[in-house]
């Protein structure tokens, strides 16, 4: 045994052989597209926070007064980034997934609503946008709460999913399970694929989210500048997993922000991908909690389908 070999970390997965699974009307792809909803819930001192975020366009923070410029700019989202996201997820049919911080929806209920009323998932995003790599168990357990309880209030219905924005704890899983409800998690980034682990004994369903394929690429040292990048970029994605997805089942998730694609500079290469991705045959735009449920029937783990 090599010094820093044990480990409980998975590096084989699938080992080039997943499961002989294919998506609703034989599609060649399951497309996930998941809109991050966290204006509101960014840390800031007006709203009774530790301190004020520091991450957006720039890397700079005010310390021990209101960001008001920073705030401004979170305000966006909703104000201006949300409209342009909504009408363009009409136009091309597409049914999506909300990542939604609680606090943010406590905050803006009617976001939640007209999400629903378009037919889209709302799943959770802890309660403020903020990691939870170093939360105790009793602090998590209370951010779950909050999360779940705002976002049923504001959408009439209780979230399925589950992402922490960066770095989980290492009770995250544990918690979510104790909490009940949760069909899956996305606090992955290791597959193409949904897979099960298990969490205390008992199987819970993974869907392994990206950072690549995802316009926080447009935030400084991401690499993304025009909206032709944002575009090409997921495209190349698409059609290397829609070729794939011939012989073998894929996911793509691509990961949005309202204040980020939302800005008029950059939702032209939101527009440019979905026109490609809906210009093809055999491709699932699919909301998360339906692939999480169909995968579970697939494997023949509807037993799972409940959530706990």
Known sequence: MFPGTQTDRDFRGYGGNPPAIRWPNDARLAVSVVVNIEEGAELTLGQGDERNESVYEVQEEIVGIRDLCMESHFEYGTRAGWPRIRELLKSYDVRATLNANGRALAISP??????????????????????????????????????VKAITEAAGTPPRGWHTRSATSPNTRRLLKEHGGFLYDSNAYNDDLPYLVDVGGSDHLVLPYAFDTNDMRFQRGGGFVFA?????????????????????????????????????????????FLAHVAAKPGVWFARRD???????????RSDLAAGN
Request: glycine letters at 10%.
């Open 290 to 300: 339906e692939i999480a449920l169909h995968w579970l029937k697939a494997i023949g």
């Open 110 to 147: 009617w976001l939640a609503q007209e999400a629903i009323a378009d037919g889209h998932e709302v799943a959770a995003h802890g309660w403020r946008w903020e990691r939870h790599a170093h939360m105790d168990e009793a602090q998590e357990r209370e951010a779950i709460a909050l999360t």
């Open 228 to 272: 032709e990048d944002f575009a090409r970029y997921c495209i190349d994605a698409f059609d290397q997993l829609y070729e794939e997805g011939a012989s073998v089942p894929r996911m793509l998730s691509v990961g949005l922000h309202l204040r980020i694609i939302g800005r008029p500079g950059r939702i032209g290469g939101l527009e440019r």
